[in-house]
């Protein structure tokens, strides 16, 4: 889910919300890929995407978890 905080009419920022669903969808369609081609260049992109989805979901966990304490 992409959100956003607009200012004055306009998108100053952008942020992606990641799910765990998200993760697994990810983590499946490699899974799937490497299944049938362990070698393709698919399963690397699907691998790189799988890759960027866990980071990306960590980096936004490890945010929340600043944001909340900062608020205390």
């Given amino acids: ?3 956003g905080r ?3 009419g306009r998108m ?3 942020h992606v919300h990641l799910t765990d669903d998200d993760v697994r969808a990810a983590r499946r369609a490699w899974l799937a ?3 049938e081609d362990p070698d393709s260049g698919r399963t ?3 691998h ?3 890759r960027r989805v866990v980071n990306a979901q960590a ?3 490890a945010d ?3 944001a909340r304490r900062a608020e205390r």
């Fill in 6 to 8: 607009a200012h004055a």
């Fill in 48 to 50: 790189d995407g799988y």
């Fill in 33 to 35: 890929a490497h299944e």
């Fill in 59 to 61: 980096q936004q966990i």
């Fill in 44 to 46: 690397a992109r699907l």
């Fill in 1 to 3: 889910m992409i959100t």
């Fill in 12 to 14: 100053t920022e952008s």
């Fill in 64 to 66: 929340d978890f600043r």
